[in-house]
């Protein structure tokens, strides 16, 4: 069902509409565009199949202001960094979900294990959807609960960055994605790289590439402001993290793969 609101999301115009006033057009069909979008999310929520999966739910949730009118439960419990706890009545969700509505998200997993665990669609009634600013050190997490077979947010919680359970690594990370010379000696040497073979479906190329190959190999890990989904209770390993980043549109993934040997960590393994 994402893929299916996502291609809706991403019309566009064609060069045969070059004699019409652009800007017009792309007003109108963006607005015609998220009418579909809403009107997709509107049924699906109707004949109960938008909370099928969280996943589905949440891509949802994030592209529909209706949506989140209804599965917002007011007032919101707001937790700030001391533990005090207020109600909220309001919410910029346009601001609030913005590290949502890109071309990927990410999740974070202490081992293979936790993801084989999570395909499995485990009936979990509490996910909590983490927005980590690695820049600006900050960490906000939103709690959803399955509530009368029904997703809701329930409650918002900014946590003070070093107190985070992951801290170690989200540290190693900020510093990883965001300075190249670290990055490239943050690199296992020789690198392990497992692609899909282009020649054949369903088939993968595993080998090596050397560090100094990384940065041509792949330029763009995500950076700046990123996700993480919780299912359920998400334990993580200190020796290890395994990050997947998943495309909101096109079903690829990638994971990179990070461990900690001699109090230093380093990205072990790539696949895409």
């Not at 009118?69 to 001391?82: A, C, F, G, M, V």
């Not at 706890?85 to 969700?93: A, M």
């Not at 990927?104 to 294990?113: A, N, P």
């Not at 300075?179 to 080998?207: M, W």
């Amino acid at each position: 069902m994402a893929l299916l609101l996502f291609s809706c999301h991403n019309g566009r115009i064609t060069e045969s509409d070059s004699d019409t006033d652009s800007t017009d057009i792309e007003t109108c069909l963006e607005a015609d565009t998220l009418s579909e979008v809403e009107e997709e999310i509107e049924e699906a929520d109707e004949t109960d199949r938008l909370d099928i999966s969280f996943d589905d739910f949440l891509f949802a949730f994030t592209h529909s202001d209706r949506l989140q009118n209804k599965r917002i439960e007011w007032p919101l419990s707001y937790i700030d960094t001391e533990g005090g706890v207020r109600k909220i009545y309001s919410l910029n969700s346009s601001s609030e979900f913005r590290f949502l509505k890109g071309d990927f998200f990410t999740v974070m997993y202490g081992d293979r294990k936790q993801i084989e665990e999570q395909k499995l669609d485990t009936e979990d009634s509490v996910v909590t959807v983490e927005r980590i600013d690695l820049q600006d050190e900050k960490l906000r997490k939103y709690e959803f609960r399955l509530l009368s077979g029904k997703w809701k947010l329930t409650s918002v919680h900014d946590v003070v960055f070093h107190e985070s359970d992951i801290f170690d690594f989200l540290t190693f990370y900020a510093r990883f994605s965001s300075d190249t010379l670290y990055q490239q000696a943050h690199v296992e040497q020789p690198l392990k790289v497992t692609v899909l073979d282009p020649e054949e479906d369903d088939a993968y190329i595993e080998g090596t590439i050397n560090a100094e190959q990384w940065r041509s190999f792949c330029p763009d890990v995500p950076h700046g402001v990123i996700s993480n989904i919780r299912y359920g209770v998400q334990k993580y390993n200190t020796k290890q993290m395994i990050m997947q980043k998943s495309g909101s549109s096109n079903g690829m993934q990638e994971l990179f793969v990070f461990a900690k040997e001699d109090n230093e960590w380093r990205l072990t393994t790539y696949e895409n």
